[in-house]
């Protein structure tokens, strides 16, 4: 395992990331939508850095099935907050080939939100699928499959402080 970014690389992108939030919204009430499981370390730094009325909410979506193979995305919305009329940011850990946040926003869409905007912690380089970009991105970074900071490997590593490549020789589907 290589380290790719350092905790404190991370918690600048973090703070950058927020002071991009603030200026966005100011001191307007929002509510962040964390998807489950991998959004939980940058949830939980991110609405700390946060100074508007904020609510906090998750939703659980997941295509990995087991390792790093792609099953079909199940989305699980019973913990979603209401987000009728309110501003809403939806926090991932990763955009890679996009179509999580692109299914998510859709189902999210029709329960009436003022507005939706995304941020993501990493944008894994020339992988996307889909039209959407993520209005707040911390780190672009290579395609290889990363761990750490809420992202896993078979349900493994989410607790390191720092986001380390996997090398190929680690990773059994
Ligand atoms: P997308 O739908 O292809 O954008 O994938 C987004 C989801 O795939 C993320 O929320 C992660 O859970 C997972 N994912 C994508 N790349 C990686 C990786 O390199 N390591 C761990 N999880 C990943
Ligand atoms: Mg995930």
Redesign the pocket.
Same mark, same amino acid.
């Given at each position: 395992m290589r380290t790719l970014l350092s905790e404190e690389q991370i918690q600048q992108a973090v703070s950058n990331m927020a002071c991009e939030v603030v200026e966005t919204y100011g001191d307007k009430p929002l509510t962040i939508v964390g #998807?489950l499981t &991998?959004s939980v370390v940058l949830l939980a730094d991110m609405i700390r850095k946060l100074s508007m009325p904020l609510r906090v909410g998750v939703v659980q979506a997941s295509?990995?099935r087991g390792a790093t193979q792609r099953g079909p995305l199940v989305i699980n919305s019973d913990l979603m907050p209401n987000i009728a009329n309110q501003d809403v940011l939806v926090l991932?850990?990763?955009?890679?080939? &996009?179509?999580?946040?692109v299914e998510l926003l859709a189902l999210m869409d029709q329960l009436g939100p003022t507005s939706i905007r995304t941020a993501v912690l990493l944008r894994?380089l020339g992988q996307q699928e889909v039209d959407l970009q993520p209005d707040f991105v911390g780190f672009d970074i290579p395609n290889e499959? #990363? #761990?750490g900071y809420g992202?896993?490997?078979q349900d493994e590593f989410r607790n390191l402080p720092y986001v380390a490549c996997l090398e190929p020789d680690d990773l059994r589907d």
């Open positions: #998807v &991998g295509s990995y991932d850990d990763i955009f890679d080939t &996009g179509n999580t946040l894994k499959f #990363v #761990v992202l896993d490997y």
